[in-house]
């Protein structure tokens, strides 16, 4: 089974609020988990994780990988209206593949 | 770099005709391409998997008939929808895999089908 859950489905901040994203797994051929943006067309890249642990930071967005408990958070700090999108937890399998969850749907006021 | 373009951006069709979709890597070579649909309000769908001079790969309960895929060159790879049906409307999205970091995939900005 390659499900990827995220949590919560949706989700309403004001601007300045701190989030935190969920992203649970069931692994069969785990390679690499990474996290995307998509606003209104096409995903945009944000984090890839492979090793359990070790944070990945990019300005107010950070995200870390757990490999024994199999799940991932992303975290937005001091979130602002242009962080309203839904974001996509994804499971990197073999040849590559991805699968996608069903994503959060952000939406910051401001 | 590492940019996927797709064209056309949005197409409308009459039900029973067929569709071609372009997605190429306008910046690298790319080994690899995937295609993926996405549903209003769902996540996006791995259809299939296209290595460049090889068929296709398709996920379960994909027809392989239905779209069909061709990955010629390092550069393009095509989808077309045949005999299209209202169902098959959608927004397809393609992936580009063996640029710069090569287990990231690059999309597309997406091609929207609409089936009459």
């Known amino acids: 089974e390659d499900k990827v859950v995220q949590s919560p489905l949706s989700l309403v901040v004001h601007e300045g609020d701190t989030v935190t994203l969920n992203c649970s797994y069931e692994?069969?051929?785990?390679?690499?988990l990474l996290w995307y943006k998509q606003e209104k067309k096409a995903p945009t890249f944000l984090f890839m994780l492979t090793s359990s642990g070790i944070e990945k930071k990019s300005g107010r967005l950070s995200s870390i990988l757990d490999k024994k408990e199999l799940f991932s958070i992303l975290n937005i700090t001091a979130t602002q209206t242009g962080d309203s999108a839904v974001y996509l937890c994804v499971r990197m399998g073999n040849f590559n593949k991805f699968y996608f969850g069903s994503g959060t749907k952000l939406n910051v006021k401001p | 770099g590492a940019v996927v373009s797709q064209h056309p951006s949005w197409v409308i069709c009459k039900s029973g005709t067929s569709v071609k979709i372009e997605c190429r890597s306008l910046?690298?070579?790319?080994?690899?391409m995937f295609w993926y649909r996405q549903f209003p309000k769902q996540s996006l769908m791995l259809m299939a998997t296209s290595n460049e001079g090889s068929k296709a790969t398709y996920e379960q309960g994909v027809e392989k008939d239905k779209f069909l895929i061709n990955h010629a060159s390092l550069t393009l790879s095509t989808l077309t929808v045949t005999s299209a049906h209202p169902e098959d409307s959608s927004f397809y999205i393609c992936s580009a895999s063996g640029g710069p970091t090569y287990n990231e995939q690059f999309f597309g900005p997406g091609t929207r089908l609409t089936v009459l």
């Open positions: 692994v069969t051929n785990f390679r690499s």
């Open positions: 910046d690298f070579q790319a080994t690899t």
